[in-house]
């Protein structure tokens, strides 16, 4: 309903083997129940209720499953996977039985990423740089040892040079912009760094702006 193109989910997986929505490992902070998700089965999971103090008035739902979410949203937004505990090849079989192998991006931690480019050739996949790539060749150089489509990051630790370097080797850069402080005066700071994408906890704001400024 905010018009965005994306929204992020955080992929885990039961006991059982069913991938859930889960940010972290236990289900502690956002559900009124406790324990890993790991440990539970899906059972187990669907009998909690999420608890967000943000809206006080929300009616009791379970947690949702990944299921639930491609049903969902198909034809109608794009999928940011982050990929906390899950089979590659279990993502992908998903994705193609909706029909949206063309829908999703991943996020991928460390060496994970050559399980996905081998399981799902076909997905895009974004990791981080390191620190300590502050230049296009040093990014350049890290990058080539595991080629990804898509990179991500706080939008503060890239420069344009490194932007428009990437983007030469057909990689683009979607960065982290959430923080306290997100505003149009961050949004315009970022724009100037000419990334392609950007991770937003206001997307109904942040696209307002960009309609503003004749960029949506």
Same mark, same amino acid.
């Given at each position: 309903?905010?018009?965005?193109?994306?929204?992020?989910?955080?992929? =885990?997986? %039961?006991?059982? #083997?069913?991938?859930?929505?889960?940010?972290?490992?236990?289900?502690? =902070?956002? %559900?009124? #129940?406790?324990?890993?998700?790991?440990?539970? %089965?899906?059972?187990?999971? =669907?009998?909690l209720?999420?608890?967000?103090? @943000?809206?006080?008035? @929300?009616?009791?739902?379970?947690?949702?499953t990944f299921?639930?979410?491609l *049903? +969902?949203?198909? !034809?109608?937004l794009?999928?940011?996977?982050?990929?906390?505990?899950?089979?590659?090849k279990?993502?992908?079989?998903?994705?193609? @039985?909706?029909?949206?192998?063309k829908?999703?991006?991943?996020?991928?931690?460390?060496?994970?990423?050559?399980?996905?480019?081998e399981?799902?050739?076909?997905l895009?996949?974004?990791?981080?740089?390191?620190?300590? +790539?502050?230049?296009?060749?040093?990014? @350049?150089?890290?990058? *080539?040892k595991?080629?990804?489509?898509?990179?991500?990051?706080?939008?503060? !630790?890239?420069t344009?040079? *490194?932007?428009? +370097? +990437?983007?030469?080797? !057909?990689?683009?850069?979607?960065?982290d912009? *959430?923080?306290?402080?997100?505003?149009?005066?961050?949004w315009?700071?970022?724009?100037?760094?000419?990334?392609?994408?950007?991770?937003?906890?206001?997307?109904?704001?942040?696209i307002?702006?960009?309609?503003?400024?004749?960029?949506?």
């Amino acid at each position: 309903k905010d018009d965005a193109d994306y929204m992020e989910i955080d992929l =885990r997986t %039961t006991k059982d #083997g069913h991938i859930v929505i889960m940010h972290d490992s236990t289900v502690d =902070r956002m %559900t009124d #129940g406790k324990g890993k998700v790991a440990e539970m %089965t899906l059972e187990e999971f =669907r009998r909690l209720h999420i608890v967000d103090k @943000r809206f006080p008035n @929300r009616p009791p739902e379970p947690p949702p499953t990944f299921e639930e979410c491609l *049903q +969902a949203a198909k !034809g109608k937004l794009y999928f940011y996977l982050d990929c906390k505990a899950v089979d590659p090849k279990q993502v992908w079989g998903l994705l193609k @039985r909706y029909k949206m192998e063309k829908s999703a991006l991943v996020y991928t931690y460390g060496d994970e990423w050559q399980k996905w480019k081998e399981a799902c050739p076909r997905l895009p996949i974004m990791v981080s740089p390191p620190e300590e +790539a502050k230049t296009p060749e040093s990014l @350049r150089a890290w990058w *080539q040892k595991q080629p990804v489509e898509l990179l991500d990051g706080p939008f503060y !630790g890239y420069t344009r040079e *490194q932007v428009d +370097a +990437a983007l030469t080797w !057909g990689v683009e850069v979607w960065p982290d912009i *959430q923080n306290p402080l997100e505003s149009p005066e961050q949004w315009s700071k970022a724009m100037a760094l000419g990334f392609q994408g950007l991770q937003s906890d206001h997307p109904a704001q942040l696209i307002a702006y960009l309609k503003s400024i004749g960029k949506r």
